[in-house]
């Protein structure tokens, strides 16, 4: 059975960030090929949503946290089975501080 795909108000956020930075840095076309790559990658989630690793450095929260990577990008989400889909929290830029990643906001 297929999964919804749900993107919380905090993950497109950070989607839309990353597209304004690369919009100002690299130019729309590329910003757009960035962003709709990242998107694209979760949309496998729909029917496959444990595909991604656990993610160790939130396994102190209730859910099960996984991620799936797209260039630098983590893509973290959980499978939330009351609701029937999968919900993406976040769009981690990897290189970052991996400590950043517990942020809620």
């Known amino acids: 059975m297929e999964l919804k795909l749900f993107w919380t108000d905090f993950s497109q956020r950070e989607l839309e960030k990353i597209y304004k930075y690369y919009r100002k840095k690299a130019g729309a076309r590329i910003a757009k090929k960035l962003v709709n790559g990242i998107y694209?990658?979760?949309?496998?989630?729909?029917?496959?949503?444990?595909?991604?690793q656990a993610e160790k450095l939130l396994d102190k929260r209730k859910q099960e946290f996984r991620y799936l990577v797209f260039k630098n990008y983590k893509i973290i989400y959980w499978i939330n089975h009351n609701e029937n889909r999968v919900e993406i929290t976040d769009v981690f830029d990897t290189r970052q501080n991996p400590i950043k990643i517990e942020r809620t906001k």
């Open 40 to 52: 694209n990658e979760t949309l496998k989630l729909k029917s496959q949503p444990k595909i991604g």
